[in-house]
């Protein structure tokens, strides 16, 4: 059974933290097989704003982006099609573990022009398959801000076995779900 943080503390009238919530469950015999935390996989990763484009030297495919992430400005080299001036996106800054793409991004030369960091995809966040372009957030996002927090991936998951000793821990869910004011 999964649900989220949010969803949980809703019916509990607490201020613990995931971690102590989580560990109660355990002690009242119910397995908490998985925390699923994307907001803290994707800490690093910001909300940027793309000031600049303009054609890469070096290569017909890329493009030279700067990016502001609220904290400074940076120059990235990106294939992406649809970058382009004007448009919001996930700014992952030098040192940032992309998962999607199983790395960890340090300052380099692409086709001899240097690039800070990335723009993402939705596969580079293993949020889908998508790879075509560069995630485009809306254009009311605060630069700087943080990006899970805009993709909505900011609650955590907690994916939780039934035990057979335990089917009491059910009847809230089905009763919740039954309902017809549920």
């Known amino acids: 059974m999964k649900f989220t943080f949010s969803w949980l503390k809703e019916h509990l009238d607490t201020d613990r933290s995931l971690e102590e919530i989580t560990d109660m469950l355990s002690m009242i015999g119910l397995e908490v097989e998985a925390i699923e935390d994307k907001a803290k996989k994707l800490a690093p990763f910001v909300v940027g704003h793309v000031t600049a484009t303009r054609q890469h030297p070096n290569a017909d495919r890329l493009k030279l982006c700067t990016v502001d992430m609220g904290t400074g400005i940076f120059e990235v080299v990106c294939g992406a099609p649809n970058a382009r001036a004007g448009i919001k996106g996930v700014y992952a800054p030098e040192g940032s573990y992309i998962p999607g793409s199983d790395m960890t991004l340090k300052k380099s030369k692409i086709r001899g022009i240097e690039s800070c960091g990335m723009l993402c995809s939705e596969?580079?966040?293993?949020?889908?398959?998508?790879?075509?372009?560069?995630?485009?957030?809306?254009?009311?996002?605060?630069?700087?801000?943080?990006?899970?927090?805009?993709?909505?991936?900011?609650?955590?998951?907690?994916?939780?076995?039934?035990?057979?000793?335990?089917?009491?821990?059910?009847?809230?869910?089905?009763?919740?779900f039954e309902s017809p004011l549920g």
Do not use: Q
Request: proline share 7%.
């Open 123 to 176: 596969r580079e966040l293993e949020m889908s398959d998508e790879h075509d372009g560069i995630i485009e957030l809306p254009a009311d996002a605060e630069i700087g801000s943080s990006a899970a927090m805009v993709l909505g991936l900011s609650d955590p998951v907690i994916d939780m076995e039934v035990t057979p000793n335990r089917p009491d821990a059910t009847c809230f869910i089905a009763e919740r």
